[in-house]
Nanobody, 123 residues
């Protein structure tokens, strides 16, 4: 099982990035994919999640209206489009997968995790 994040980098406030999460080794269609982030000195928090059952998406209040989660099941890849980025979005972003589904954006400890990609937003 492998989840590989990509697309992180340094961007100025107000800019955009698109993160990708490429999955392999499990039946992608059966798993919810979540995005989580951890800023320096802070606990990990849920950002967004997409359900495998009906494609419903969930967002943390802090990113609603700015981030969009989508899935390309043909490529076993999930994308997190991040617009209007703020310095407080700076964090390591992780994708994770679990066949238990999304519980909003709650971090309940999904089964599979990627190694993360760093997003730095400068002011």
């Amino acid at each position: 099982v492998q989840l590989v994040e990509s697309g992180g980098g340094l961007v100025q406030a107000g800019g955009s990035l698109r993160l990708s999460c490429a999955a392999s080794g499990f039946t992608f269609d059966d798993y919810a994919i979540g995005w989580f982030r951890q800023a320096p000195g802070k606990e990990r928090e849920g950002v967004s999640c997409i359900s495998s059952s009906d494609g419903s998406t969930y967002y943390a209040d802090s990113v609603k209206g700015r981030f969009t989660l989508s899935s390309d099941n043909a490529k076993d890849t999930v994308y997190l489009q991040m617009n209007s980025l703020k310095p407080e979005d700076t964090a390591v972003y992780y994708c994770a997968a679990d066949d238990m589904g999304c519980v909003g954006v709650r971090d309940y400890g999904m089964e599979y995790w990627g190694k993360g990609t760093l997003v730095t937003v400068s002011s």
